[in-house]
């Protein structure tokens, strides 16, 4: 084969490559990005990042061949997706530039400059302020790269003229947005003519990436750069400065001089590879494939390409839980109300009715987890709640045990009648008994507060979940909510209160007092061995075995009561008022739904829209590599 002729086998063996691998990659991400799926999903991307005048308008220019605003202060004042592509088939130039639901046709490229201004000051306004909406830039060209690259503000240190006085911070803010994430690499612009530890831009994109693995280094400028410190740049061209995994490359775009001579970008590249090829120091990075703006397109193409690849699975798997959460909100939210009066009631009814089963959820201790902000049932923590009265009653009979002697001995001291030793006085048993029920009434009380809680949230809870689109109808469902409460409350604690005056009615099964007496006898706590008269041990016995069932009564008491009337008896009532409230309202009242849910809903099926277009997008693409 003539050389001429394996030059030209090379070349198409070159464009199948770029056909079959290159493109693809690049155009899946870009029609992602087209769809505004950049909304839910982190896209694979190169950021382009700067201190101002670095030289990224200029790095852009030359990739893209078309001139961007230039000038003083800040220029990129919107985030510009620069999307080249290259085209083979004809050698037209086409130019596309969108933003928001805007899109305009470019004919050529001295239309560009004007266009993304006019697009920055309808997005950003007047003046030079920032905005985080972004526009779109799309250039078809056989003299670009494919490349997509998105432009970011560069930063500014001081507020000047009619700038916020927080632009540093709000430009910082959009840059970090973009840059932490791990889909994005990091273009960082630096002029070769200054100390490049110094550079915000490049302290920026250490900071959320420390070792390097996202960020290239871009030295702009080099025709600058003072005599006597040209090694010092090759030594940060070739790592070893400020080491980066991705490493540095190094540009000469066209300077001020150049545009006010009118030096057109392709000459401007001549003179560039002229510039590298006849500096004795920066030779050997042109050699190296680290010099000029076409071999910085080359490797950008195969980095964004080598990115998109190494960061598909983790997108998918983003794709398909975010997919999976806006399908569960967008049910949440329902279909919306119907517009046909029958259909309307109907539909309330629904509303009503799965409510009342989610409330009768809770009664039965079988409510769905799923929809609860707890990894518990309510009845598995009115249990434990339970569980925490009884402990208490057997502390305090332990307790009891304890200090039963001196009080035994100061009753018998002070209120002994006229029986002789070792007879009981049962005063005296009567009134140390009623003394220690009534210390247990205020801690049935907390009791029931605490229940009334946990009740009361989880029904405030599924109401709101299931009512919370409709402002009227929940409004007309907190009424029963809250005055059931507090009548039942009411109640509970009038049982509660009249439980305790019936307990102070001493009295007890004969059977059972025996054989509790028995028990009391035989294990004799080492808490009460101590030396006293047999009247005070005997006593101590009587009092220790009553107290015992007292506390056994109440522990099942207490909390049946509690559970009646906040659990049993008030969800019923709550059941009926909520099926009450469709005969006293007006369907049509009730359902007006709230404008912001009916906002979020048409926003959920959008984003369904663009995930689920999304999703086909990846899976043809997996499939066909």
Sequence with gaps: MSPSNSSKGKSNSLNQHYEEKVRPCIDLVDSLRSLGVEKDLNLPAIAVIGDQSSGKSSVLEALSGVALPRGTGIVTRCPLVLKLKKITKDNNWHGLLSYKDQKKQLKNPAEIENAVLNAQTILAGEGEGISQEMITLEIQSSDVPDLTLIDLPGIARVATGNQPKDI??????????????QETISLVVVPANIDIATTEALQMASKVDPTGQRTLGILTKPDLVDKGMEQLVV??????????????????CRGQQDINEKLGLV??????????????????????????????????????????????????????????KTTEDLRALGDGVPTDEHEKSNFLITKIRQCNDAIEGVKRAEEDLKDSDSDMRVFTKLRQEFGKWRTFLNAKSIRMEETLRDEVEEYNRTCRGKELPGFLNYRTFENIVKKHIEELEEPALKLLKKVTDI??????????????????????????????FDEQFQKAVEKIHYQFKIEKIVYCQDSLYSDQLSNAKQKCSPAINWVASADVREMTHHLTSYFKITSDRLANQVPLIVQYHLLDLYIS??????????????????????SAVARKRKELKERLERLKTAGKILSKFVHST
């Design 455 to 484: 009740v009361h949230s989880c029904v405030d809870r599924i109401v709101n979940s299931h009512f919370n689109a409709f402002s009227h109808l929940l409004r007309a469902a907190k009424d029963p909510i809250e005055d059931l």
């Design 267 to 324: 000459k401007a590249l001549e003179k560039e590879r002229l510039f590298f090829d006849e500096n004795a120091h920066f030779r050997s990075l042109l050699e190296e494939g680290k010099a000029t703006v076409p071999l910085l397109a080359e490797r950008l193409t195969k980095e964004l390409v080598e990115h998109i690849n190494k960061t598909l699975p983790q997108l998918q798997k983003q794709l398909e839980m975010k997919l999976e």
């Design 235 to 252: 030594r940060t061209v070739n790592n070893q400065v400020i080491p980066l995994m991705k490493g540095y490359m190094i540009v000469k």
């Design 168 to 181: 540093e911070k709000q430009i910082k803010d959009l840059i970090e947005k973009f840059i932490k994430r």
């Design 573 to 594: 009532k709550l059941q009926n008022a909520m099926l009450a409230i469709i005969g006293r309202n007006n369907p049509e009242m009730l359902l007006r739904e709230d």
